[in-house]
């Protein structure tokens, strides 16, 4: 496995994986890697004849008062885990390699971005989309993989790569979970042993709205008053949002119908933590 920090050598590397006709995968990811992320590496390296992990805590998604700064950043171990599962090269590049001088130039998708998360993150989306351009065009891949646990990232990504024609597939892979159901994620680290324990409410809020909606209820305002009946359960959450929405447009919905996105957000004591499912209500 190789390893770059510059633009220049990570191009390098992929114009000759190219010459070789070799597809090209790519996994954007910001370290601390955990099992979600090794799922999408396996799944690019099942696609793809030479897989890209890139590997950038990206300053320009995080707001003032956010953790950027306390982000885990264990270089070595995600290292050992690209090249444990089958990774072909890692793109670790510096703040300053992405970001060389004052940033000018933006990407912003427009009302994708605007409900759910972007209401609690406000410039959050444009610093993902910004910075998936930048990477889209620094590695040129074929395919890139992102987990569902993002959602609204994935729908994001997704309408500005349509938008803006860029020459890629997105892969989505589904949300891989602890045992008890929560979502994997870096942040969960933060979370202290009592919080560890409370934050499976969030999947379990989730599991009774899809239940309903699976048994044909499509009333929302009956469905997130039963997700909120159960969030109730850990008074140390802080909900930012208990959403039905369309899994596309990520429109509120009132009624329940189509590929149905239920989705959580909430704070236990300094952690955000996000989780969804998606329902196809017409398959039932
Ligand atoms: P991050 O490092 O948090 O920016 O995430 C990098 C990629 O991994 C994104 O596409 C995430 O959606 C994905 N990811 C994070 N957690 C999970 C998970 N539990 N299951 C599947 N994918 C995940």
């Given at each position: 496995?190789?390893?770059?920090?510059?633009?220049?050598?990570?191009?390098a590397l992929v114009s000759q994986a190219r010459k070789a006709g070799r597809t090209v995968g790519f996994v954007p990811t910001m370290g601390a890697l955990h099992a979600?992320?090794?799922?999408?590496?396996?799944?690019?390296?099942?696609?793809?004849?030479?897989?890209?992990v890139s590997l950038f805590v990206n300053p320009t998604q995080f707001g003032p008062g956010e953790d950027f700064e306390k982000y885990p950043r264990p270089l070595d171990q995600d290292l050992a885990l690209c090249r444990a599962h089958g990774a072909d090269a890692v793109f670790a590049p510096g703040r300053?390699?992405?970001?060389?001088?004052?940033?000018?130039?933006?990407?912003?998708?427009?009302?994708?971005?605007?409900?759910?998360?972007?209401r609690f993150r406000p410039g959050h989306f444009r610093g993902v989309a910004t910075v998936c351009t930048k990477l889209f065009s620094i590695?040129?891949?074929?395919?890139?993989?992102?987990?569902?646990?993002?959602?609204?990232?994935?729908?994001?990504?997704q309408r500005m790569v349509a938008d803006l024609n860029l020459p890629l597939e997105i892969v989505v892979c589904p949300t891989v979970r602890e045992p008890?159901?929560?979502?994997?994620s870096s942040r969960n680290q933060y979370l202290s042993p009592q919080e560890r324990k409370e934050a499976t409410?969030?999947?379990?809020?989730?599991?009774?709205?899809?239940?309903?909606?699976?048994?044909?209820?499509?009333?929302?305002?009956?469905?997130?008053?039963?997700?909120?009946?159960?969030?109730?359960?850990?008074?140390?959450?802080?909900?930012e949002y208990a959403s039905v929405a369309d899994a596309e447009s990520l429109?509120?919905?009132r009624q329940a119908r189509g590929r149905v996105l239920v989705a959580v957000a909430g704070r236990l004591g300094s952690t955000r933590l996000i989780d969804n499912v998606v329902v196809d209500v017409g398959a039932h």
């Open positions: 496995m190789q390893i770059a920090a510059t633009i220049t050598e990570i191009r979600g992320h090794v799922a999408l590496i396996q799944a690019a390296v099942e696609q793809c004849d030479f897989v890209v300053t390699e992405m970001y060389p001088r004052q940033n000018l130039t933006w990407v912003s998708v427009e009302k994708v971005s605007e409900p759910l998360c972007g590695v040129g891949p074929d395919l890139a993989f992102f987990g569902q646990k993002d959602a609204q990232q994935v729908a994001v990504i008890d159901g929560l979502a994997l409410v969030i999947y379990r809020a989730l599991c009774r709205a899809a239940g309903l909606i699976r048994a044909g209820e499509t009333d929302v305002a009956k469905i997130t008053e039963q997700m909120h009946e159960v969030l109730r359960q850990v008074p140390a959450l802080r909900i429109a509120e919905l």
